[in-house]
């Protein structure tokens, strides 16, 4: 069974920074993209951020552009969300995703971790 854990949530005020975390043990990570999704409370899940199988192709939502940067490590089988000057309106809980090739689409994830929150004060 694959599993993909993040880290690296937490509370943050507004203007701040974060830098999550996904790791995982189970797939040949350097042969899948990976993604960041958010979603917040009542809304659908959001497209973030994903960055392809070497790490040389990354795509960004408009919202997080300037603001986030994706990277990975696939040595350390992880991928990375540096998130800074952080808005309330990031709040949400984010999740990694991992799918044979880069998207903007949840749906055509197949990989899932479970999710960590972001909390962002005003």
């Known amino acids: 069974q694959v599993r993909l854990v993040e880290s690296g949530g937490g509370l943050v005020q507004t203007g701040g920074s974060l830098r999550l975390s996904c790791a995982t043990s189970?797939?040949?990570?350097?042969?899948?993209?990976m993604g960041w999704f958010r979603q917040a409370p009542g809304k659908e899940r959001e497209f973030v951020a994903a960055?392809?199988?070497?790490?040389?192709?990354?795509n960004y939502a408009y919202s997080v552009k300037g603001r986030f940067t994706i990277s990975r490590d696939n040595a350390k089988n992880t991928v990375y969300l540096q998130m800074s000057s952080l808005k309330p309106e990031d709040t949400a809980v984010y999740y990694c995703?991992?799918?044979?090739?880069?998207?903007?689409?949840?749906?055509?994830?197949?990989?899932w971790g479970q999710g960590t929150q972001v909390t962002v004060s005003s």
């Open positions: 189970e797939l040949t990570f350097s042969t899948y993209a």
């Open positions: 995703a991992a799918e044979r090739v880069p998207g903007t689409i949840a749906l055509s994830y197949n990989y």
């Open positions: 960055i392809g199988r070497s790490g040389s192709i990354t």
